[in-house]
């Protein structure tokens, strides 16, 4: 499995950003697509995953702000930002990990910067 991200950039707090990943490989439509991000010195953490026909599972700090949805055709998976804040700053990582497996794929991590 491949995951290929883009989507991050620069915005002031407020604001909104849109990511987005593209899938490549076996990716089963019960799997789990998402995102995880990490802040300098902090752990990665979980936030949006969704498998196809399933609702979502957010990160508290996320919700009411992100939104996730996913294209099981097209082996897609987007995150909305809005309302961004600078504690939302991170590198963003798109995942994919087999419902029967613990393990999780990684595409490369897109950064996401919000300005007080």
């Known amino acids: 499995v491949q995951l290929q991200a883009s989507g991050g950039g620069l915005v002031q707090a407020g604001g909104s950003l849109r990511l987005s990943c593209s899938g490549i490989?076996?990716?089963?439509?019960?799997?789990?697509m998402g995102w995880y991000r990490q802040s300098p010195g902090k752990q990665r953490e979980m936030v949006a995953t969704?498998?196809?026909?399933?609702?979502?599972n957010y990160a508290d700090f996320v919700k009411g702000r992100f939104s996730i949805s996913r294209d099981a055709a097209k082996n897609t998976v987007s995150l909305q930002m809005n309302s961004l804040k600078p504690e939302d700053t991170a590198l963003y990582y798109c995942?994919?990990?087999?419902?029967?497996?613990?393990?999780?794929?990684w595409g490369q991590g897109t950064q996401v910067t919000v300005s007080s």
């Open positions: 969704v498998q196809s026909g399933l609702r979502p």
């Open positions: 995942s994919y990990r087999n419902s029967w497996s613990s393990s999780i794929y």
């Open positions: 490989g076996n990716i089963a439509t019960d799997g789990h």
